[in-house]
């Protein structure tokens, strides 16, 4: 055989156009429809899928309350990385369209600091009287939970006819956005967010008492302060001014170092003396309690007591 092509093959290789209908452009000109498809579908695919996320997150949980959960879900990603919850503060809680409650937090509040804040509640007294108020506090960051009160309500505000000025102080141990969360006889009764500025790292000053040099704050809470190795346990013995109803429970204390969200705990009383873990008078303070502390890394931290689950007044170390 020869190679040369049969005539057929030869008329079967060229196009069965006159013309180049394929051209480069219209080459180009699909190949830009196909990706403002995919963009488009892409972007379909994203609106669906948040919206059967909030669908979801509010089916679950109920309304109130539940879109900045859900925005911290959402934004998860940068949470783990101190992204800040951009979220604004939302002082008034209302259900069905009626005002039950606001609150008015002390100006330039800062997280690590004991603040002020006042609840004003719109309902009669009647609504509250008897009844267990908890306030506990949320972290939308972190998640962190912190129980602010615990109080049987008995009598209206100084001065009003019901709870148009219920007074607070605590201290909460994060920067950020905090849901504070009312319950009534354990079952949900509204919220509100506040936002705490960065805690100032400043080391807690020193004060006397009975001789003894203690850091922390002067008539509240201290310990003798023997100085911090990292990575060493070493005994504390610590010190605390104020009445039984604030002293007495079960001691535990935990810590967080100067650029970080994560909360260690550090030292936990005996659960078998938990009812009254503090011991009596010492050193011109009410109660103490010794302990073993150790704090894992060198930086500044602050420690966080805790007696029944509130929070005392913090304390800035210096870890070596």
Avoid at 213 to 218: D, P
Avoid at 288 to 317: C, F, K, N, Q, S
């Amino acid at each position: 055989m020869s190679g040369k092509k049969p005539v057929w093959a030869e008329e079967m290789a060229e196009s069965p156009f006159t013309d180049r209908h394929f051209t480069m452009k219209l080459k180009n000109k699909v190949i830009h429809r196909v990706s403002e498809t995919r963009r488009d579908n892409r972007r379909i695919y994203k609106v669906v899928a948040a919206a059967l996320t909030l669908a979801i997150v509010l089916l679950i949980g109920g309304l109130s309350g539940k879109i900045e959960e859900a925005f911290t879900v959402g934004t998860g990603f940068l949470n783990t990385h101190k992204a800040k919850v951009s979220l604004s503060e939302r002082k008034e809680y209302y259900d069905h369209g009626r005002l039950l409650f606001s609150i008015a937090p002390q100006p330039n509040a800062r997280a690590g600091e004991t603040n002020g804040y006042i609840l004003h509640f719109e309902a009669p007294m009647e609504t509250f009287i008897g009844k267990i108020m908890v306030i506990q506090a949320v972290h939308l960051q972190s998640g962190s939970q912190e129980t602010i009160s615990s109080d049987k309500i008995a009598t209206p505000s100084n001065g009003y006819p019901g709870l148009d000025r219920y007074a607070l102080r605590f201290a909460l141990p994060l920067e950020g956005m905090w849901r504070i969360d009312v319950l009534l006889d354990e079952k949900m009764y509204g919220n509100v967010t506040v936002y705490l500025d960065s805690p100032l790292w400043e080391i807690s000053p020193q004060f006397v008492s009975d001789n003894y040099f203690m850091r922390g704050t002067e008539q509240k809470i201290g310990f003798i302060d023997a100085g911090f190795i990292a990575g060493n346990e070493q005994k504390y013995m610590w010190h605390f001014w104020g009445n039984e109803d604030q002293l007495n429970g079960p001691f535990q204390i935990k810590a967080v170092k100067e650029g970080s969200d994560n909360i260690i705990d550090v030292f936990s009383s005996n659960p078998l003396a938990s009812s009254n873990a503090l011991a009596g008078e010492l050193n011109g303070a009410d109660r103490h309690a010794p302990t073993l502390m150790m704090l894992p890394e060198v930086g500044r931290w602050r420690l966080l007591p805790y007696v029944h689950g509130r929070l005392l007044d913090p304390i800035v170390v210096e870890v070596k």
